[in-house]
C-alpha cells in the first residue's frame, strides 16, 4: 500500500481484489494519500477484501469527489457504509454490492432511492447475494428503478462464487 501511494501519483482506477487482510486502516492510508494530492480516482474494486468494512466508505467519499464505479463485492459494508456511499457520490454509475450479506431492503430503500432521484447517471446496482431477494415488498424502490432505467442484479451468489464470499467471512 505505501509503495502504490508513492510511486503512483496519477491514477483514475484502483483495483485491490481478493486481499483476505487488506482492511480499513490500510485503505484509510491509500485514501489519505490521494486525497492529499488530489488524485482523480473514478473507479475503484475491493471486491473479496472480508475485512472492509463501513470505514472504507468514508475514507472513499472523502477522497474521491468524482467516483463512478464502487466494487464492494463480499465485503463486510452494512446499511450504513451504502447510505454513506449514496448521500455522498453523486456522480456514481455503477455499484456492485454482490454478496454484501448484510445489506438489507430497509437500507437499499433508504439510500438508493435518494441516490437514484439525486443523480440521473445511476445505471447499475449487483444485489445478488444480499438480503433484498425481491423489490415486492418495496414498490417504491421497484418504481424508481424502472422510472430513472437502473439495471439490478438480484437473487441468491452463484455456486461457485457463494463459497469464495463466505468463506472468507
Known amino acids: 500500500i505505501a509503495f502504490v501511494s508513492k510511486k503512483c501519483n496519477v491514477i483514475h482506477s484502483l483495483t485491490l481484489k481478493n486481499l483476505e487482510s487488506l482492511n480499513d486502516k490500510h485503505i484509510h492510508f491509500l485514501m489519505k494519500h490521494f486525497h492529499e494530492?488530489?488524485?482523480?480516482?473514478s473507479k475503484i474494486d475491493f471486491c473479496g477484501c472480508p475485512l472492509l468494512g463501513?470505514?472504507?466508505?468514508?475514507?472513499?467519499i472523502?477522497?474521491?469527489?468524482?467516483?463512478?464505479?464502487?466494487?464492494?463485492?463480499?465485503?463486510?459494508?452494512t446499511d450504513d457504509?451504502?447510505?454513506?456511499?449514496?448521500?455522498?457520490?453523486?456522480?456514481?454509475?455503477?455499484?456492485?454490492l454482490y454478496g454484501c450479506s448484510?445489506?438489507?431492503?430497509?437500507?437499499?430503500?433508504t439510500s438508493i432511492i435518494?441516490?437514484?432521484e439525486s443523480n440521473h447517471l445511476f445505471r447499475s446496482l449487483n444485489l445478488?447475494?444480499?438480503?433484498?431477494?425481491?423489490f415486492d415488498e418495496s414498490k417504491q424502490l421497484k418504481n424508481a428503478f424502472?422510472?430513472?432505467?437502473?439495471?439490478?442484479?438480484l437473487g441468491p451468489l452463484k455456486e461457485d462464487n457463494a463459497a469464495f464470499c463466505f468463506k472468507r467471512k
Open 37 to 41: 494530492n488530489k488524485n482523480m480516482l
Open 54 to 60: 463501513d470505514a472504507v466508505c468514508k475514507f472513499v
Open 62 to 77: 472523502l477522497a474521491c469527489d468524482s467516483i463512478i464505479s464502487i466494487k464492494l463485492a463480499c465485503t463486510s459494508i
Open 81 to 96: 457504509g451504502l447510505n454513506m456511499i449514496c448521500s455522498s457520490c453523486y456522480q456514481l454509475e455503477h455499484l456492485n
Open 102 to 109: 448484510d445489506i438489507t431492503i430497509d437500507g437499499i430503500s
Open 114 to 116: 435518494h441516490l437514484i
Open 128 to 134: 445478488r447475494g444480499t438480503k433484498v431477494q425481491t
Open 146 to 153: 424502472q422510472k430513472y432505467n437502473v439495471r439490478v442484479l
